[in-house]
């Protein structure tokens, strides 16, 4: 099974791309979109759209995972943020992904075990769990490959496929 695991953001979109064959996760791609500040939010969405599109038609996932959206207390920047979430959720349905959503306590808990873990710790076992040579950055990398981690290790992709709501 392939998932891309997505962290979503105006600036930077983390994404991770693993591989789930038994209980095994490999790390097949994982990086970030990034965009220009002084670009308006429409050129902004427009380039985050493009991009994913070709991601997700390059690696053509079975699930596309996206973290949810944690509210802080800056209303335009989460209004901008879920913008930017509704264009990755596009362009995944767009591609027959499955998609799924997680919060940040859920992908804490899939990852280390422990919802209150710190981002150092998260970005420590997901170097350990995908075996790869250093921590990912950025931390939106890192994030989205916890993203993704957290789909492998959730029982929602067998559940879908068994009530047959698989695309």
């Not at 992904?97 to 992908?107: D, G, R, S």
């Not at 769990?129 to 250093?134: F, G, H, Q, W």
Request: proline letters at 4%; aromatic letters at 8%; hydrophobic letters at 40%.
């Amino acid at each position: 099974m392939r998932i891309i695991g997505i962290d979503p953001g105006i600036a930077i979109v983390g994404y991770g791309v693993i591989d789930r064959q038994g209980n095994r996760l490999k790390a097949v791609d994982y990086g970030s979109i990034q965009t220009e500040a002084g670009l308006s939010t429409a050129t902004r969405l427009k380039q985050i759209y493009d991009e994913v599109t070709e991601l997700y038609q390059k690696f053509r996932p079975d699930v596309v995972a996206i973290e949810k959206l944690f509210f802080n207390r800056n209303v335009t920047t989460a209004f901008t943020v879920g913008q930017a979430r509704g264009v990755l959720m596009l362009a995944a349905e767009e591609a027959g992904a499955v998609i799924t959503e997680y919060t940040p306590l859920q992908v804490k808990m899939a990852v280390v075990g422990y919802g209150q873990a710190q981002k150092r710790q998260i970005q420590e076992m997901v170097r350990i769990l995908l075996n790869l040579p250093e921590i990912p950055k950025p931390d939106d990398v890192a994030d989205a490959l916890g993203v993704a981690i957290c789909e492998a290790h959730s029982n929602t992709f067998t559940d879908r496929l068994g009530k047959g709501r698989w695309k």
